[in-house]
């Protein structure tokens, strides 16, 4: 999994501390992405971050996570 994000998002920040929080192995499985590193990234999530995708790429969450609907994506993950 992928958690794309940008230094100064207190969105990012709340939103990361809930995915641990979730998902406990997540320091270990889930790789932050800095998107300011890929003018694509920046593109294509620039105004939807954070957000988190699976290892297909599918988008499992974005903008403010929800405890219930992150654990429902993680879940069918």
Do not use: N
Not at 6 to 12: E, F, K, V
Not at 47 to 65: H, N, Y
Request: proline share 4%; aromatic share 8%.
């Amino acid at each position: 999994m992928q958690f794309l994000e940008r230094p100064g998002c207190h969105l990012c920040a709340d939103a990361w501390l809930l995915v641990v929080s979730l998902f406990p192995d997540a320091e270990s499985v889930v790789t932050r992405l800095d998107i300011e590193f890929s003018d694509d990234l920046v593109r294509d999530y620039g105004l939807r971050i954070p957000v988190l995708l699976d290892a297909s790429g599918k988008v499992l969450a974005e903008g403010r996570f929800d405890v219930r609907s992150l654990r429902r994506s993680l879940r069918q993950r």
